[in-house]
């Protein structure tokens, strides 16, 4: 496999609390990897060491074939930027444009101070994510998913060679989810940029995920294609598996009552 990060016996704790104890994990180029896993497990924890914003206890990252964990801080800021983000909170500044959130990474990460260069750039990206024209609008003044959208669009504007997502359809409606998911899927197929995605959405994620990695007791306890993964035999796999289906059958019966 041709991996653009491979993560090696990443080893994370704070104080007695053993969060990542020995996970490897490879994300192939071009392509969606998602980690799916209970919740504490671990998986921003593994997000953040991956993008260099913490360090871990032991093991390493290897990004295009250079380990970031060893890095001093100047060579860690150039590794990163290879990276583009969403948070799991991800907030846009509220006291900022749309306009001007989506310019911030481009002047800050980017050097970049040609004004009509960076609002060429901006106005690209919203027509980009179907939200044209919004440049002048506040954070205040979107719905939750457009404010997601407009966060896609800010990590867009670098042209990272890999995206994360941590938990980018947590609070929306399973239309919106699925148009973020499809928003994904976009960036993969047409800018060709990998992506990693965390998610509690199951269904979201055997849909778009090219290979999947289970996170639990702080390592990988399973990955591959989607079908290896749903085949896959790990007890507390299986039991996550059903209880992620026995809720979507949950909400099935609710759609049927109404
Ligand atoms: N900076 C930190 N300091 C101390 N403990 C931390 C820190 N960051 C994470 N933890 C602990 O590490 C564990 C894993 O946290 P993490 O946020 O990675 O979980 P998660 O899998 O992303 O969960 P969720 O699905 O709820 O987002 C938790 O027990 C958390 O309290
Ligand atoms: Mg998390």
């Known amino acids: 496999m041709d991996a653009i990060v491979s993560v090696r016996n990443l080893t994370k704790s704070f104080g007695p609390v053993r969060v990542l104890q020995g996970l490897d994990m490879d994300f192939p180029r071009g392509k969606i990897t998602s980690i799916i896993g209970q919740s504490g497990t671990g998986k921003s924890v593994l997000f953040k060491n991956i ?73 690209e990206k919203l027509e980009w994510i179907d939200l044209p024209g919004i440049e002048g609008k506040f954070p205040s003044e979107l719905s939750g998913g457009m404010r997601k959208r407009v966060g896609v669009a800010r990590t867009l504007a670098v042209e990272p060679d890999i995206l994360l997502f941590d938990e980018p359809t947590t609070g929306l409606d399973p239309v919106l989810s699925e148009s973020i998911n499809a928003l994904i899927r976009r960036v993969n197929e047409e800018f060709g940029i990998t992506c990693i995605v965390i998610s509690h959405d199951i269904i979201g994620t055997f849909h778009i995920a090219h290979r999947i990695g289970f996170l639990a007791d702080g390592a990988i306890q399973a990955a591959g294609d989607p079908g290896e993964v749903a085949r896959a035999e790990h007890p507390i796999l299986r039991k996550f598996l059903q209880n992620s289906f026995t809720d979507l059958r949950l909400d099935c019966e609710d759609e049927e009552e109404e």
């Open 51 to 123: 993008i260099g914003i913490m360090t871990p206890d032991e093991g390493s990252i290897l990004v295009d074939g250079e380990d970031i964990a060893g890095l001093p801080e100047g060579e860690k800021r150039r590794v990163r930027r290879k990276f583009g983000y969403a948070f799991q909170d991800a907030a846009l500044f509220d006291s900022m444009t749309v306009g001007e959130n989506i310019a911030f990474p481009l002047r800050e990460v980017l050097g970049m101070k040609d004004r009509k260069a960076m609002q060429r750039i901006v106005r």
